[in-house]
């Protein structure tokens, strides 16, 4: 450690160095001393070692940094011998993990890279020293800069700062190649246009054009990396302003089923005030309102979904233009059949309504004002005396009717238990009266009503 526990200056940078913003400065001086003690131990060991990506990014423009990333210019072997905790992570490609208290930080080892052939990944990738070369290799200009905390500057070789400060996404270098080499980089584009509070960037000229003539590249991108980023888009909070530009440029029809450029009415539902609260999920079921169920698997399936994303997706799908009627036991079952999803279903009916789409499963001719005050009934429904839990049980039913453990019992269960919700039965001696009135031993089981919604 140098002066006061501060640490020592590491290996200088080829690269020139700038004053950094005020704010930034504040940001280093409280950073953590477990950063610090990393900084030192890699001086001490003669390499250099500076925080860059996405840290340098969001402290610049004044959001809370979550993750810091270093770059290093000791090879990860002499890494894992000097931080003997560290975690092999991504060593073949020069990452490290270094544990802190709280947390663990990346580090990864300056690198040069060969061409790329294959819109994925370099051919070659070879341990550098040059902090100057690393950077050039990164996407954009305002992921290219990197922070030197010992000496508190920074290097910003590519104007990321100034590009900030334009609201203005520009590649590193000649954009058509840079978007080439990795394809993802045109996702990376799209979301790094979502600024949040701030709204929305622009490209400049060359990166748009670059963007539009190698959307089909998206092609050879694996599945799993393009739901991760399209996820974060549609996250994001000026998703809709998004979306219409990747519609726009033709980056939607290369990963999607459909032709989106056309797509404008249903483009602008994304701008409902209720979109606002859904999360990215919901954003894309909404999306797909319109598509064939079919399709919307087949697309889900493609781009590798878990399986409960999918399932929530496909949930949503299948509602879609289906509505509970007015009566109070019709909202009870609608309630206890979605649960917490029962209010996101009307919003979404509102959200359909209001831009007049046609989902793809058809639906009911209700208009959104019948829907709003569906949403203000539910709101004021009460909650059930007994909860939405079934009061008796198979074994209950059992002794009471004689009926066989079997389809039929079951039915009758499920059957009781829709009565019980309906009428918001609270005991199980309310429940045996209504199994008195049932025609059970004389109709055929199959026809008895179920807890379900749609109908």
């Known amino acids: 450690m140098g002066i006061e526990g501060w640490p020592i200056p590491a290996l200088e940078a080829d690269v020139p160095a700038v004053e950094c913003p005020a704010h930034v400065l504040q940001w280093i001086d409280a950073l953590p001393s477990e950063i610090l003690d990393i900084v030192s131990t890699v001086a001490q ?14 402290v610049c423009l004044g959001i809370e940094v979550h993750d810091i990333d270093f770059a290093v210019s000791l090879e990860p072997e ?34 040069i890279e060969s061409n790329y052939t294959d819109g994925r990944r370099p051919e070659q990738v070879r341990w550098g020293t040059s902090l100057s070369e690393d950077l050039e290799r990164r996407d954009f200009t305002i992921n290219a800069m990197a922070i030197d905390v010992a000496r508190k500057v920074m290097h910003d070789p590519h104007h990321g700062i100034q590009d900030m400060e334009r609201g203005l996404i520009r590649a590193v ?11 993802l980089r045109i996702l990376r584009a799209y979301r790094f246009l979502d600024r949040g ?8 000229f060359e990166l748009s054009e670059a963007l539009r003539q190698n959307a089909h590249k998206l092609k050879v991108v694996t599945n799993e ?5 399209w996820l974060k888009i549609l996250n994001g909070r000026n998703v809709a302003k998004v979306v219409e530009k990747m519609a726009h440029d033709g980056v939607l029809d290369t990963f999607l089923p459909g032709n989106w450029a056309s797509q404008h009415v249903l483009l602008s539902a994304l701008q409902h005030p209720y979109v606002r609260d859904f999360d990215g999920l919901t954003r894309f079921a909404l999306l797909l309102c319109e598509t064939f169920s079919i ?17 929530h997706i496909l949930d949503l799908h299948q509602r879609f233009g289906q509505l509970p009627t007015t009566s109070t036991s019709s909202l009870r079952v609608f309630r206890a059949v979605l649960g917490e999803k029962a209010e996101l279903h009307l919003q979404l009916e509102v959200v359909t ?18 829907v709003y005050a569906l949403l203000e009934k539910l709101e004021n429904l009460p909650p ?21 453990k079997g389809r039929a019992l079951g039915k009758l269960k499920t059957w009781l238990h829709r009565i019980q919700i309906e009428r918001d039965l609270a005991s199980e001696e309310e429940i045996e009266d209504v199994l008195c009135s049932l025609h059970w031993s004389e109709e055929n089981y199959l026809d008895w009503p179920v807890l379900q919604f749609p109908e």
Do not use: C
């Open 197 to 204: 509070k701030a709204g929305i960037w622009d490209f400049d």
């Open 45 to 58: 060991n003669g390499g250099g070692i500076w925080v860059v990506g996405g840290a340098v990014r969001d």
């Open 78 to 111: 002499h890494m894992m011998q000097i931080f003997p905790d560290a975690v092999p992570t991504g060593i073949d490609f020069g990452t490290v993990s270094l544990r802190g208290e709280e947390a663990f930080y990346e580090a990864t080892t300056l690198r």
């Open 353 to 370: 309504r209001s831009h007049n789409l046609s989902p793809s499963m058809g639906g009911s001719e209700e208009k959104v004002d019948d």
């Open 295 to 311: 399709e919307v698997d087949e697309a889900l399936v493609g781009l590798k979904l878990s399986k409960k994303e999918r399932n």
């Open 384 to 404: 059930l005396k007994a909860g939405h839990s079934s009061l008796v049980d198979g074994h209950w039913i059992m002794q009471r009717t004689g009926l066989p």
């Open 173 to 183: 270098g000649q954009a058509y190649g840079r978007l080439s080499e990795d394809a």
């Open 225 to 229: 990396r393009i739901w991760m980023e």
